[in-house]
């Protein structure tokens, strides 16, 4: 209920920020501690409301190209339903002390 909107839905925002939080935490336990990602761009499409239950969220790597890494984030109600789902490309770039 912290996270809705006005209408009783998960707020847009708190979805997107979950699915970025994660693949920020999942770039970060594939490097070696030398780089950080940084977003360069996020496309979110949302599919259907929310309004119960538990948001399950799963990040994965789509492809890798140089210092570029393409990630997407698929979220599921409790019922296995596709809610939304995210694009993200993240660039590498070297971490400095």
């Not at 209408?7 to 336990?29: E, M, N």
């Not at 596709?82 to 660039?91: A, D, G, H, N, R």
Request: glycine share 8%; with cysteine.
């Amino acid at each position: 209920n912290e996270s809705a909107n006005v209408l009783g839905y998960l707020h847009g925002g708190a979805i997107y920020s979950l699915g970025d939080t994660l693949a920020g935490a999942f770039l970060w336990a594939c490097s070696d501690g030398t780089h950080y990602a940084v977003t360069r761009k996020s496309e979110i499409r949302f599919l259907r409301p929310i309004q119960t239950g538990v948001l399950h969220c799963t990040v994965k790597m789509k492809s890798k190209s140089g210092r570029k890494f393409f990630l997407v984030a698929d979220y599921f109600d409790d019922n296995n339903k596709k809610v939304s789902e995210i694009l993200m490309e993240y660039t590498q770039i070297l971490r400095k002390e």
